[in-house]
């Protein structure tokens, strides 16, 4: 048994580590009661809770199925192994004038950890999630079944697995259509803003001209939702450019370093620089896109006790309603976080059955995980997703209760249970799921 944690570092479990020699190598025997007998895939642990943790059972590592097969540049399309990184692929994929269409806030993910959460990016409105870009996908399942999977062939196991959160079988090769970049910088603009009002007007006017758009939002300035607003759009380049080494946090400090002060001090510096930014300038799209890669291992400042991820999206135009209120909560708690991104959504739909995007508002924020107190303000929180219709990301929650999760995915259960492996399991399955 190897103890395995998951980024937000809440749980550490026990878990049995099979990681197959090649795409070729048959999974291992379900045997036992559940949980202990059944399988999980693992790509790089950057799930922030519980759904890359398969306690007591097997975890498929894919680390060993890091090949790039083939690149297509006519048809715009690679093929790769499941267990690639978006930062090795992507760094190989701009030299030749090529991007992945969507990444999340990390590269530090595999291709198939990408899929099995149907990530988004900052461009939503024009490119939607990850998944809208998967073209073909080999699924290995428990009992020895390959399905090949795509819009037209196992249509339902393809719809299942992107967003599926691992839970349909191990991913072990994909092909992906890609985009064509000009080159490895974002021509950038920050625009400060002082409500949620000048938010909203900053991203209804951004959204036509400006590929890419997204918020900080300083939550506990008491000023009524201030923060800097980010756009930018992809500038000729002849040079590809790559961004420095990063730094490293090299161990866990004894107690969080995240407290109310440091996080007064962070947010009043960060807003106070990023403001000073008047002009468009260029930037890497390594620290444009992943800021918190600069860092590896930033885990760790939150202490022994890990912190939680809470990502929501509410819908509609009356979603802004619900951040509001999530923001007069957050701040009458007490609480805050170094990290309050906020950003809209589009129409594009997902092919993925349990897809988290939806048209609305999406914000995430970082919390120390401070026990009751910190439940208190998640249960308060909660309440106002569920008035508003919305829903939490799968690939980010730790805790959510079940009625929530019901409420925000009920309609595509039924039909996501038909696709599941039964030899497949998680923590997060089993606390929402119930399987």
Same mark, same amino acid.
């Given at each position: 048994?190897?103890?395995?944690?998951?980024?937000?570092?809440?749980?550490?479990?026990?878990?049995?580590?099979?990681?197959?020699?090649?795409?070729?190598?048959?999974?291992?025997? +379900?045997?036992? =009661?559940?949980?202990?007998?059944?399988?999980?895939?693992?790509?790089?642990?950057?799930?922030?809770?519980?759904?890359?943790?398969?306690?007591? $059972?097997?975890?498929?590592?894919?680390?060993?199925?890091?090949?790039?097969?083939?690149?297509?540049?006519?048809?715009?399309?690679?093929?790769?192994?499941? $267990?690639?990184?978006?930062?090795?692929?992507?760094?190989?994929?701009?030299?030749?004038?090529?991007?992945?269409?969507?990444?999340?806030?990390?590269?530090?993910?595999?291709?198939?950890?990408?899929?099995?959460?149907?990530?988004?990016?900052?461009?939503?409105?024009?490119?939607?999630?990850?998944?809208?870009? %998967?073209?073909?996908?080999?699924?290995?399942?428990?009992?020895?079944?390959?399905?090949?999977?795509?819009? =037209?062939?196992?249509?339902?196991?393809?719809?299942?697995?992107?967003?599926?959160?691992?839970?349909? $079988?191990?991913?072990?090769?994909?092909?992906?259509?890609?985009?064509?970049?000009?080159?490895?910088?974002?021509?950038?603009?920050?625009?400060?803003?002082?409500?949620?009002?000048? #938010?909203?007007? @900053?991203?209804?006017?951004?959204?036509? =001209?400006?590929?890419?758009?997204?918020?900080?939002?300083?939550?506990?300035? $008491?000023?009524? &939702?201030?923060?800097?607003?980010?756009?930018?759009?992809?500038?000729?380049?002849?040079?590809?450019?790559?961004?420095?080494?990063?730094?490293?946090?090299?161990?866990?400090?004894?107690?969080? @370093? %995240?407290?109310?002060?440091?996080?007064?001090?962070?947010?009043? %510096?960060?807003?106070?620089?990023?403001?000073?930014?008047?002009?468009?300038?260029?930037?890497?799209?390594?620290?444009?896109?992943?800021?918190?890669?600069?860092?590896?291992?930033?885990?760790?400042?939150?202490?022994?006790?890990?912190?939680?991820?809470?990502?929501?999206?509410?819908?509609?135009? =009356?979603?802004?309603?619900?951040?509001?209120?999530?923001?007069?909560?957050?701040?009458?708690?007490?609480?805050?976080?170094?990290?309050?991104?906020?950003?809209?959504?589009?129409?594009?739909?997902?092919?993925?059955?349990?897809?988290?995007?939806?048209? &609305?508002?999406?914000?995430?924020?970082?919390?120390?995980?401070? &026990?009751?107190?910190?439940?208190?303000?998640?249960?308060?929180?909660?309440? +106002?997703?569920?008035?508003? &219709?919305?829903?939490?990301?799968?690939?980010?929650?730790?805790?959510?209760?079940?009625?929530? #999760?019901?409420?925000?995915?009920?309609?595509?259960?039924?039909?996501?249970?038909?696709?599941?492996?039964?030899?497949?399991?998680?923590?997060?399955?089993?606390? @929402?799921?119930?399987?």
């Amino acid at each position: 048994m190897v103890e395995f944690s998951s980024w937000g570092q809440l749980y550490k479990a026990p878990h049995r580590l099979y990681a197959p020699a090649h795409r070729f190598s048959p999974l291992p025997s +379900v045997t036992g =009661d559940p949980p202990g007998g059944k399988l999980l895939p693992w790509g790089n642990g950057r799930s922030y809770g519980d759904a890359c943790l398969n306690s007591h $059972g097997t975890l498929i590592w894919s680390a060993f199925l890091d090949s790039i097969l083939d690149i297509d540049p006519a048809a715009g399309t690679v093929r790769v192994e499941a $267990g690639v990184l978006l930062r090795d692929l992507q760094r190989l994929l701009v030299t030749r004038g090529f991007m992945l269409p969507v990444t999340p806030g990390t590269q530090e993910i595999t291709v198939g950890g990408a899929i099995a959460s149907d990530v988004h990016c900052k461009n939503h409105h024009r490119f939607g999630t990850f998944g809208c870009h %998967v073209l073909s996908f080999t699924l290995l399942r428990s009992d020895g079944q390959i399905l090949e999977c795509s819009p =037209d062939s196992n249509s339902g196991y393809f719809r299942a697995t992107i967003g599926g959160m691992g839970l349909t $079988g191990f991913v072990t090769e994909a092909t992906l259509k890609l985009r064509k970049v000009s080159g490895s910088l974002i021509r950038a603009e920050y625009h400060k803003f002082a409500s949620l009002d000048e #938010f909203c007007v @900053l991203a209804r006017d951004s959204g036509k =001209d400006y590929e890419h758009t997204v918020a900080w939002t300083d939550c506990i300035s $008491g000023s009524g &939702g201030r923060g800097i607003f980010m756009r930018g759009n992809h500038e000729d380049d002849p040079k590809v450019r790559f961004a420095g080494r990063s730094l490293g946090f090299p161990f866990t400090p004894p107690v969080s @370093l %995240v407290n109310g002060l440091s996080l007064r001090m962070f947010n009043a %510096v960060y807003y106070w620089l990023n403001s000073r930014k008047s002009k468009p300038f260029l930037i890497n799209y390594d620290k444009f896109f992943y800021p918190l890669d600069a860092v590896t291992n930033w885990n760790r400042i939150y202490g022994p006790k890990g912190f939680y991820q809470y990502q929501c999206v509410v819908p509609g135009k =009356d979603g802004m309603e619900a951040v509001r209120e999530i923001q007069k909560l957050i701040s009458r708690s007490g609480e805050g976080s170094f990290l309050g991104v906020l950003k809209t959504f589009g129409d594009m739909k997902s092919p993925g059955i349990l897809s988290f995007p939806m048209p &609305g508002f999406t914000y995430a924020l970082d919390f120390p995980n401070r &026990g009751t107190k910190t439940a208190k303000l998640f249960a308060d929180l909660d309440a +106002v997703v569920r008035n508003a &219709g919305g829903r939490l990301y799968l690939a980010k929650d730790a805790r959510q209760p079940r009625e929530l #999760f019901e409420a925000g995915y009920g309609s595509s259960l039924e039909e996501f249970a038909r696709y599941v492996d039964p030899g497949f399991s998680s923590d997060l399955s089993r606390r @929402l799921m119930g399987f």
